[in-house]
């Protein structure tokens, strides 16, 4: 994982569950005349703990054929397939190992750059880098050339709940028998000049707390107002689970349920009783077989928006009477909103959840905007069991996806 | 070494980012420097925005070695 509290897995956990926030005033590029100026950025500074270094990942002079988001799942998954233990060494192997990472925009920042470059110089000055380093499934690509993954080699392109779906298609397609294990997630760069543009013209970004930037993301707080865009990627090895037992992979836990479903509404807002959402979670919950009140923890997509209200309401009317005994927290509001890597980072912190009996705090969350005996988790950290955990997301297009974990018993 | 071996060996240094001392000039772009199609394209794209001179495919596709870009170039860029 690279997100906006760490260059790796073990440092973005550690920060979350001390309540760290991982936002900022932007100061790599002009922001002055942009109504939002903050960002939840990847730390770079060498001085700081477990920050993220692209030159570990990828060789400086391949960097420059590609968009950063590129660069960060090629570093998430060098780190996953490292902890997992798993290498494609045959040629057997090779064909039963896929990749599927997907993105929600791709290389934006590249096509602005290009954009000015064919405008100023014309089209004889566009790099033969341009197409391939900006396309969304350049990310896995890069994946499957460096770790030799000749299986299914896909990628998914569903705005915010790109992670959530890319780690469900390639659980089912290990189901389906179509690989053995499969490097999935997804990955982010979206913080430039043009996104940040473009989303505040749609309305979803935090303004008012340029000055205060780690008090921006405030999911189901009465005074947030908008999301704080978030950059990194997450991806997870998936693995047959007779596959994993027979090699003594560390498991973490298993995927029991994933759904999807479709808003049918509106282009960027969610349908208003949160129909979807909740067609969806009861989609991968009836996949699991289990029922509402077995789930400990939700991962919610809880962006620091109105539509966090909408999500409550589908959570509520889901779990009834249960809603006492489930704790439900936004990661968001420590790392911000990562688009196409969000659900794949929420993922690896769910499953994180459990392993490691905590659920991780909703900060600053100082006054809920609703009444709710939904505990969601406000500020600190809490300890509990988590057997199965839930994680949400839901994009633009009104495109939803959740996805449920179990422990696995040692 | 002319000052136009020179700056054309800077560019593949920094684009192919391989060692100065295997940039001689019977170095062969792709078999001994490591490049790739896509890479030579942009090598003279590079070649053409350092020189100002317009490098037409077809001339493009004769240039192989370091040596025949510095050729070219002395011959062609004003």
């Known amino acids: 994982m690279v997100s906006p509290l760490g260059g790796n897995v073990d440092t973005s956990w550690k920060n979350i569950l001390e309540g760290k926030s991982g936002a900022s005033k932007v100061s790599n590029f002009q922001v002055d005349d942009l109504a939002c100026q903050i960002a939840c950025q990847i730390p770079r500074d060498p001085s700081v703990a477990g920050h993220y270094s692209p030159d570990d990942w990828m060789e400086p002079k391949e960097q420059r054929k590609v968009d950063e988001f590129i660069v960060y799942a090629v570093a998430a998954a060098d780190q996953a397939l490292s902890d997992s233990g798993f290498k494609a060494e045959t040629y057997e192997q090779q064909i039963r190992a896929g990749v599927l990472i997907g993105s929600g925009i791709g290389g934006l920042q590249g096509i602005e750059e290009a954009a000015h470059t064919l405008a100023d110089k014309g089209p004889r000055r566009i790099s033969p880098f341009f197409i391939p380093g900006r396309l969304i499934n350049l990310a896995g690509g890069y994946v499957s050339i460096r770790h030799g993954l000749k299986g299914p080699n896909h990628a998914v392109v569903t705005a915010c709940s790109t992670g959530s779906h890319a780690i469900g298609d390639a659980s089912r397609l290990i189901a389906f028998g179509d690989a053995d294990v499969m490097v999935a997630g997804g990955t982010e760069s979206p913080v430039c000049r043009l996104s940040l543009a473009g989303f505040a013209a749609c309305k979803a970004l935090s303004t008012s707390y340029n000055d205060t930037p780690e008090k921006a993301s405030r999911p189901y707080d009465a005074d947030r107002d908008g999301f704080v865009m978030g950059e990194g990627a997450g991806v997870v090895v998936l693995e047959e689970y007779e596959h994993a037992k027979a090699r003594g992979a560390k498991i973490y836990a298993e995927v029991i349920g994933y759904g999807l479903s479709g808003d049918a509404f509106h282009i960027t807002a969610p349908s208003p009783e949160g129909d979807g959402a909740f067609r969806c979670m009861s989609a991968a919950l009836a996949r699991a077989g289990i029922s509402p009140a077995d789930v400990d923890y939700i991962n919610a997509h809880g962006t620091s928006t109105m539509a ?77 069991n988590i057997d199965v955990a839930l994680s949400n997301s839901f994009g633009f297009g009104g495109t939803n996806a959740s996805l449920v974990f179990r422990k696995v018993a040692d | 070494m002319s000052d136009i071996a020179d700056r054309v060996k800077k560019i593949v240094i920094e684009h192919l980012g391989v060692d100065a001392e295997k940039v001689t000039d019977n170095a062969s772009f792709i078999d001994d420097l490591g490049a790739d199609s896509l890479d030579t394209v942009e090598l003279v794209m590079a070649f053409e925005e350092e020189f100002g001179v317009e490098i037409p495919d077809d001339a493009a596709e004769t240039i192989l070695t370091v040596g025949d870009a510095v050729k070219f170039l002395e011959k062609n860029a004003g």
């Open chain 1, 308 to 384: 966090d209200t909408i999500e409550l309401g589908a959570v509520e009317r889901l779990v009834g009477d249960a809603a006492g005994k489930i704790a439900m927290s936004s990661t968001k509001s420590c790392i911000g909103h990562l688009l196409g890597a969000a659900g794949a980072v929420e993922a690896i912190f769910s499953v994180l959840a459990i392993r490691d009996g905590i659920a991780p705090p909703t900060i600053n969350l100082d006054t809920p905007s609703v009444e709710t005996k939904i505990d969601l988790v406000p500020h600190k950290a809490k300890k509990m």
